[in-house]
Every structure is written in C-alpha cells, then in structure tokens.
C-alpha cells in the first residue's frame, strides 16, 4: 500500500530551527521530495533525496534514510515567509508519479 | 514569458457546459502533470504525459478528458462536471523524477 505521515502543524519563532519528519510506504519508491506551499499559491520544489543522506541548499536540509523509510527537512534560521505548508511526496516508478500526504503546516512567530 | 502557465486563472462553470483548462511550459521538460487540489485534501495525481505519452491515469472519472499536442502544452477538457469537482487544478512539468515546477493553478468552481 501507499501511505504518507507527517505532523499536521508545527509552530517555531523566528529565528529557530525546526525539523519536520516524514514517514512513508510507497510501492516502487525512486526518491523523497520536499515542497513549500504558501496560502493561496503552487507548490515549489524545495529538495529531492534518492540516495541515504543529507542534502543542504542554503537554510533548507533534507535528509533520507532508505532503510528506515524516513525523512525530515530541516530549516534553519526561521523567518515570518517560512510560514506555509510542506509536503513531502514520494516518487513512485519512473514516470514522475508523486504522491502527496496532508502536509504540515508550519506557523513562525516573532 | 518562462516559467509554467496555466488558463484561465479562475472558472465558473455550470454542470452542463465544457470548458477547457490550458497550460504551457517553456522550461524544455519532457513531462507533463495534472493535479487535483481540494480543500483539506492531499494533493492528487490526475494525469501523467511522458514525451506527449500518457503514462499515467489515476482513475480518473470521463468527465475529464486531457489532451498533450506537443511537449510544452497540456490541456484538460471538462464536461458535466459535479459540484464536487471544484477545485483548484494544477498543471506541473519536470525533466525527469527530481523536481516539478507547478503552474498557478485554475480555481474551478462548478455550480
């Protein structure tokens, strides 16, 4: 089967950091992604693992461990435009097939 | 113009007519994707397009037929849609697995 699990909210301050984890069953797993959602907007991509590890691009890190079936974006020195929702959908087969879990919804306040 | 487009930004639309919903690509990716995004709900995959291929259906009912002409352009044809099929379409392209770049969206409404 397929499933997804990530917390649905998260509250940190500005200037903190703040780790959302993501579990997942996926058939035919290829890679974990991140994307930002802001209200009323397109997801962005924000990172993609396929292999075990941490990939760091400026304040954002992603982490995956295959084995375990776990992920986690790390965002570090918060600000107020870090307020939005994140999803982490996996990459199931090779035709680009994403499947997206409910998403968390981060809140950064002063 | 760069980047994905999608139109018209926002429909209204009677459960009697067809409407279709247009998006464009200039970013030279070779897929193509149609999502669902409803209120409360997780994003879902509508369709795929692989080099102008469908490769991907995911039980999607008839009332929403799509159409990939080329590799930059994708429509989704809609006729007799329900009320609940107002949502929020999104329209995404990518070169491979790694990474999608979403178009605003259509805001549909069916009434």
């Known amino acids: 089967g397929q499933s997804l699990e990530q917390p649905s909210e998260v509250t940190a301050v500005e200037g903190a950091i703040v780790q959302i984890n993501c579990t997942y069953q996926?058939?035919?797993?290829?890679?974990l992604s991140w994307y930002q959602q802001h209200d009323g907007g397109a997801p962005t991509f924000l990172s993609y693992?396929?292999?075990?590890g941490l990939e760091e691009t400026g304040r954002f890190s992603s982490f995956l461990s295959r084995s375990d079936s776990y992920g986690y974006l790390l965002l570090q020195e918060l600000q107020m435009k870090d307020s939005a929702s994140y999803f982490c959908?996996?990459?199931?087969?090779?035709?680009?097939?994403?499947?997206f879990g409910q998403g968390t919804t981060l809140q950064v306040k002063p | 113009e760069t980047g994905v487009t999608q139109t018209p930004r926002h429909l209204v639309m009677g459960m009697t007519n067809k409407k279709s919903l247009k998006c464009e690509q200039h970013?030279?990716?070779?897929?193509m994707y149609w999502y669902k995004q409803s209120a409360k709900k997780p994003l879902e995959l509508m369709f795929v397009?692989?080099?102008?291929?469908?490769?991907e259906n995911n039980s999607v009912p008839s009332r929403f037929s799509p159409e990939c002409p080329n590799s930059s352009h994708l429509f989704l044809h809609l006729h007799t849609l329900q009320p609940e099929d107002s949502a929020l379409y999104l329209c995404?392209?990518?070169?491979?697995?790694?990474?999608?770049?979403f178009g605003p969206g259509t805001r549909l409404l069916v009434l």
């Open positions: 397009y692989s080099l102008e291929e469908r490769v």
């Open positions: 970013l030279g990716h070779n897929a």
């Open positions: 996926t058939s035919g797993f290829y890679g």
């Open positions: 693992n396929a292999l075990d």
């Open positions: 959908p996996t990459c199931s087969g090779n035709t680009g097939k994403l499947i």
């Open positions: 995404a392209s990518s070169l491979g697995p790694r990474a999608q770049y």
